[in-house]
């Protein structure tokens, strides 16, 4: 392991070195496996990098569970077993994409976000980013510095539980047909890529559906395992 970080009060980071010949496409999930005080357990985990990077990301919603206290607990030189990569949460190459994350399902679309930046690829790309308040906003610089990097990469934040007082003067609201409209404005047959918990992406397909998204058009990961 290279890297451990935590990147909000409740998502924790972690960088492996990418074993020799593994591959994978943007952007699959792995089985992880490790040792824990419940004795050595997988768990199934997106990459929360783009197969073009030369390092394994992984970022975790950190709880009371045995996997989750030791994938926080992992140091520089510790090690795991990466199974995989597995499932069909790809990127098309060639249509707009629009990317909505709630939450710590960010981590295969931030993936998908740096495989557009690093291939350069000739789509426009534009990630929706649900979140309950500011300070949970997960990788907030890598995002800016890939909007950066890439002009043709946009992202909204938007906060569901943000008080009205504070000083957060962007988006406020869940991922509604307001903002999938504003997404959309321009795009010809984007495709729709939602990851998150069971019930943010019920909810979003179900906004999306209103919206008049033809089914073929979304794809999604649910991460299952949050009740
Ligand atoms: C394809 C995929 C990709 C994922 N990627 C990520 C990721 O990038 N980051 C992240 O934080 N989480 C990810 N998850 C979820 C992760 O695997 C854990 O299930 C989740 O984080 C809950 O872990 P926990 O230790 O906090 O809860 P636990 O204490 O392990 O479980 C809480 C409850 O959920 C049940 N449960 C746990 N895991 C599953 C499961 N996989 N399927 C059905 N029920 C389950 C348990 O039996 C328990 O009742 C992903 C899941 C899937 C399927």
Redesign the pocket.
């Known amino acids: 392991m290279l890297e451990s970080t935590r990147v909000t009060p409740t998502?924790h980071s972690v960088k492996f070195e990418k074993p020799p010949g593994f591959q994978f496409a943007p952007v699959q999930?792995c089985g992880l496996e490790f040792q824990t005080t419940a004795g050595s357990l997988e768990?199934?985990?997106?990459?929360?990098c783009s197969p073009t990077r030369p390092y394994l990301e992984?970022?975790?919603?950190?709880?009371?569970?045995?996997?989750?206290q030791a994938f926080a607990a992992l140091r520089p030189g510790d090690e795991a077993e990466v199974d995989g990569a597995?499932?069909h949460?790809l990127l098309h190459e060639t249509s707009p994409a629009i990317l909505i994350a709630g939450g710590?399902?960010i981590?295969?679309l931030k993936g998908m976000a740096e495989f557009a930046a690093d291939r350069k690829l000739p789509i426009e790309v534009r990630l929706a980013y649900s979140n309950r308040n500011e300070e949970e906003i997960a990788y907030r610089a890598e995002l800016e510095e890939l909007t950066r990097r890439n002009p043709r990469f946009e992202v909204v934040h938007t906060l569901t539980r943000t008080p009205d007082d504070s000083s957060w003067t962007g988006r406020r609201g869940r991922v509604d047909s307001d903002l999938l409209g504003k997404l959309s404005s321009g795009l010809v047959d984007p495709v729709y890529y939602v990851c998150g918990t069971e019930g943010l992406v019920q909810e979003t397909y179900r906004s999306l559906m209103t919206f008049g998204v033809p089914p073929d058009r979304v794809v999604h990961?649910?991460?299952?395992?949050?009740?």
Do not use: D, H, N, Q
Not at 43 to 48: F, H, I
């Open positions: 998502i999930f768990y199934p985990m997106s990459l929360a992984f970022g975790a919603r950190i709880s009371e569970s045995p996997w989750k597995y499932g949460f710590i399902g981590t295969p990961e649910v991460f299952r395992g949050y009740g």
